[in-house]
């Protein structure tokens, strides 16, 4: 509305806020638009043809002209609205992946938005399973129906549901009905989620085309499948589903530790090769004196086994038999020396 006393046609042919709000920041002052910031409006609008409309309009605007004050002011105001818009779908996301990781059956029946709701209604998604479906389908009307049950009025059809899709679609006669079995299906859904091993969107996927087909039966009059049919059909499914997730986990698993027996590998050699790197330099400070020590202990060693040779001690390393033996040969030749001493003297004393 701002800018628009200045550049009112462009409101015709952009009626988003988010882009709007880029096209202000981006064109400010209209008078000074030209064929050179074709590109950057194209960018923008992502079409071509609005990017010529848009600078065509701006050549013969009824526009009035536009202070830079003013200017300075818009352009810092559509940054504010920008940055708000961007900080809302990066919230947008983040609850989508949030709840399809927590409760994926409920947020593909009935959305991300109204599960969350639900979810924070009751406080958490065990408390949202325990409940009946009678109260899932009134969560979030309790004013309404207390007030209904003191003045004994006509109690609420739906609360936090009715911002579904479904209640919407269907008819006004038909809204408190197709209420009640979306509640059904979300209390199913929702305990699904919370007691699973592995939660998979495959039953809020068949809910949901129940739901579908519950609305269709309303409207036509064509009758439904069986909830037994469905039910089958949902668990067939969903085992070959958490057979693949139970097969990439395996695998992630298996790489990690993968990477794990590396990153161990990796420290143990590097702390090895710090102890070498520590022990290099201890072993040149120290080994000259362990050298010297070394040859002071081979010295007494080798005068020790000359004082053995000496001594006579060898023999004891001998065994007994040779021992004896050794000792008759001895005597014999002592005898033998006695004898040529006793021949020789006798000789010359005759």
Known sequence: EWYGYHFPELIKIV????????????????????EESLEG????????????????????????DISPLDLINIESFSSRVISLSEYRKSLQEYLRSKMSQVAPSLSALIGEVVGARLISHAGSLTNLAKYPASTVQILGAEKALFRALKTRGNTPKYGLIFHSTFIGR??????????????????????????????TSVFGDKLREQVEERLAFYETGEPPRKNLEVMKEA??????????????????????????????GALAAAAEEMENSVQEPEENDVGPKKKKKKKKQQEPEAES?????????????????KRKVMAEA?????????????????????
Do not use: H, W
């Open 15 to 34: 009626s988003e806020n988010y882009t709007y709000c880029r096209l202000a920041k981006f064109i400010g002052n209209r008078k000074e638009l030209s």
């Open 41 to 64: 409006l194209e960018e923008i609008v992502m079409d071509s043809a609005k990017a010529q409309a848009i600078l065509d309009a701006s050549r013969s605007s009824m526009g009035m």
């Open 170 to 199: 269907a008819a006004a006669k038909n809204k408190g009905r197709i209420s009640r079995y979306l509640a059904n299906k979300c209390t199913i859904a929702s305990r699904i989620d919370c007691f699973s091993e592995v939660p």
């Open 235 to 264: 668990v067939a499914e969903a085992s070959e589903v958490v057979a693949e997730v139970k097969r990439k986990q395996e695998k992630k698993e298996k790489k990690r530790k993968k990477r794990e027996k590396r990153r161990l």
């Open 305 to 321: 086994e000359q004082e053995v040779e000496e001594n006579g001690l060898e023999e004891e390393a001998l065994p007994k038999k």
């Open 330 to 350: 001895d005597q014999e030749e002592e005898k033998k020396k006695k004898k040529k001493k006793k021949v020789a003297r006798d000789s010359e004393e005759d």
